[in-house]
């Protein structure tokens, strides 16, 4: 039998550390025949990302040896500062970047004696999104040179697998170049084709973007080349050859990010003259639906050749992610009801598809689909969802500003041995993602579950701007930055709270990056909220617009709609200068060594606040980015919020009292 407990106070076996050493985070996975790869990000070794492989037999292992300078392999890349596709593997040769000086390094499976061999020099010069080519010995590789003054410098490159360029730089041939960025190389099964994908500024990869393909020559260098897709006002991402050479990409020309298959390319030793006109481009399953996100990291990988009739796909339709072949032929779309929701990273080799994946009762797994039976390859952590009792997702939908409709999903308090009393409402937590074109999903989710197994409800709101809906839906947000975030934000609060499903006295926003900008707007601009808390996220968009990396250095300027930063709009949307209009305790948590939100924006923010007289707490964490990694960090990070909470609302609970959260001016 449940006991009866205040909300919010209820013990839970999901503390922070169950987050920090008992799970951990998956992503790139790719599959190289019968073998398995896939990276594993750490808390507990500073958040050191590790390049994992299960091997044919099952076995599962930590791939690659030490560096030849006695280093563990962090495999990571600092591309466009967000990085994404840090390695590369074809038939037992992996070519992978280490974060720990820079350098790209090649491994051979079969030959493990050799070690590891270093292919690029070192220096600030950065190379991430890797396609390997056997045949001619090379790896080709996104280059973000920052050996220069101003910008630092986007090519392609082609570089040695022979490690002749690690001794002399002059080895790498530059590939492609003279546009401000440049993506995705993707090589043809039969070796005589390379696709990439360019955008320039002011655009973003997912606004504005050309797909090109050439002709390979002997030494790796582009012949003859066309323009597929894109640069016309809309975007391509993806790019990904058949069996039968033939490139299918995903445009969102049609309003929404579907799947294109283009005809027409010379085979090896055929005619080819003339080729780049014989080309033919065309949709292969319309539909009002997502086939891929916004391209923050390099390497996105939604989709898959299943086998020379299929594809395998994800996609979104109002925020919920499905899997499913489409036939190449005609584009028939057949869906997989494997109980498992893809989570952006599809790979399929020999008929078997693996896929990053979560579901309602399962944390984000790496799980294999055969027959369409799953089978789970690599869980991101040992506990038990039934152990703490589940919170499943609630897709909402409310009446939001311009007669405009906004979304998210709302998750109830749920304990496997609580309840609340009869005669209270739960608290209400209500999450900003960052992006701001990502997109909150269902799914378990320990961060989310953290708080409702206490007896707190939760709101992840998918406010306009988000993906999965649209592009007319993620476009609304241009020139409306700190507006109509805010606003779906503030009138979600409200419908819930007005719906009789949570206490109207006691509703927090939180937010990281982006989303903590919109937190802190939203409690500039409204008083629904009683607490606030901003992890690392944007005080000053000006000076964010000032100091920012080259990959989103014009973005900020679309998002707010003005071009010039000594524009009004910028003073009157940044919550720095509002902190007049803020009437709610707040708590800010931020990394000392965040290159994208420099620790200045929330330690101003905190001493004017703390000026007001208002209820504030600071705490920065020495040595983090933008984003926590070290488990003690990470740790205290959630313990400070739970503990903020408590202190504001009075919520008396022992677990809550051992955790001593300092909040300047708080009335104790």
């Given at each position: ?28 996975v ?21 390049l ?22 962090d ?9 994404g ?7 037992g ?34 190379h ?42 002059a ?24 696709a ?14 050309t ?76 539909i ?23 594809l ?16 190449l ?15 952006g ?25 055969r ?29 939001t ?13 749920a ?110 601009r ?15 968009l ?29 003073a ?19 990394g ?7 620790p200045?924006?929330?330690t ?6 703390k000026?007001?007289g ?42 809550l ?10 009335d104790?």
């Amino acid at each position: 039998m449940s006991t009866k407990a205040p909300y919010g106070t209820w013990p839970s076996p999901i503390t922070p550390g169950t987050i920090t050493t008992r799970t951990l985070s998956l992503s790139q996975v790719r599959v190289d025949g019968g073998d398995t790869y896939w990276v594993e990000q750490r808390a507990s070794q500073a958040g050191r990302q590790v390049l994992l492989r299960r091997d044919g037999d099952g076995q599962i292992g930590e791939v690659l040896p030490l560096t030849p300078a006695d280093e563990l392999v962090d495999a990571r890349t600092r591309v466009h500062e967000y990085g994404g596709r840090a390695y590369a593997v074809d038939s037992g040769i992996i070519v992978v970047s280490h974060a720990g000086d820079g350098r790209l390094y090649r491994y051979d499976v079969a030959h493990r004696l050799r070690g590891l061999v270093p292919l690029t020099i070192y220096g600030d010069v950065r190379h991430g999104d890797l396609e390997i080519d056997t045949a001619r010995g090379l790896v080709y590789a996104v280059r973000e040179d920052h050996r220069g003054d101003g910008e630092p410098v986007n090519t392609l490159v082609a570089i040695p697998l022979d490690g002749s360029a690690a001794r002399d730089d002059a080895v790498c041939t530059t590939i492609v170049s003279g546009t401000d960025f440049v993506v995705s190389p993707t090589l043809s099964p039969d070796g005589e084709h390379l696709a990439w994908i360019t955008w320039n500024h002011p655009d973003m990869p997912w606004d504005n973007a050309t797909l090109h393909v050439g002709d390979l020559l002997p030494d790796g260098t582009i012949g003859s080349q066309t323009v597929v897709d894109g640069g016309a006002g809309y975007s391509v991402s993806e790019p990904r050859w058949t069996e039968e050479c033939e490139l299918v990409h995903v445009s969102n020309a049609s309003g929404f990010w579907n799947l294109y298959r283009t005809e027409g390319f010379p085979r090896r030793g055929t005619n080819r003259e003339g080729w780049t006109e014989s080309l033919r481009t065309r949709p292969l399953h319309p539909i009002d639906a997502t086939f891929t996100s916004p391209a923050w990291v390099l390497g996105p990988h939604h989709f898959d050749v299943l086998d020379g009739e299929h594809l395998i796909a994800s996609w979104a339709r109002d925020g919920v992610w499905h899997l499913g072949t489409v036939k190449l032929a005609n584009g028939e779309l057949e869906e997989w009801n494997v109980g498992w929701q893809p989570m952006g990273n599809v790979a399929s080799s020999g008929g078997r598809v693996v896929m990053l994946a979560g579901s309602e009762t399962e944390l984000p797994s790496i799980v294999e689909v055969r027959g369409r039976q799953v089978e789970i390859l690599r869980g991101s952590g040992d506990f038990s969802a039934h152990d703490a009792g589940i919170s499943f997702a609630e897709p909402v939908s409310w009446p939001t500003t311009d007669g405009a409709t906004a979304h998210g999903f709302f998750y109830a308090p749920a304990s496997s041995a609580y309840v609340g009393p009869d005669d209270e409402l739960p608290p209400l937590i209500v999450g900003v993602h960052g992006g701001p074109t990502a997109m909150d999903r269902t799914g378990y989710d320990l961060r989310i579950q953290f708080w409702t197994s206490r007896g707190f409800a939760y709101l992840a709101v998918n406010y306009r701007g988000s993906t999965g809906y649209g592009s007319d839906y993620r476009r609304l947000l241009n020139g409306k930055w700190g507006v109509y975030d805010v606003d779906d934000v503030v009138s979600g609060a409200q419908f819930l709270a007005d719906s009789g499903k949570v206490d109207p006295a006691r509703i927090a926003v939180r937010g990281a990056s982006a989303g903590g900008f919109t937190a802190l707007a939203a409690l500039a601009r409204s008083d629904v909220f009683s607490a606030g808390t901003s992890l690392y996220g944007v005080a000053d968009l000006a000076q964010l617009a000032r100091t920012t990396h080259k990959f989103e250095s014009r973005y900020i300027q679309r998002l707010v709609g003005a071009d010039d930063l000594d524009d009004p709009v910028y003073a009157e949307r940044s919550p720095i200068n509002r902190i007049d209009d803020i009437h709610a305790p707040l708590l800010l948590l931020q990394g000392s060594a965040d290159p994208i939100i420099p620790p200045a924006q929330a330690t101003g923010m905190y001493e004017a606040v703390k000026a007001k007289g208002l209820p504030v707490a600071l705490e920065v964490f020495q040595g983090e980015g933008h984003g926590f990694s070290l488990a003690a960090n990470v740790h205290r990070a959630y313990q400070d919020e739970l503990s903020f909470y408590a202190q504001v609302w009075g919520l008396a609970s022992p677990v809550l009292e051992r955790v001593a959260l300092h909040v300047d001016n708080l009335d104790r």
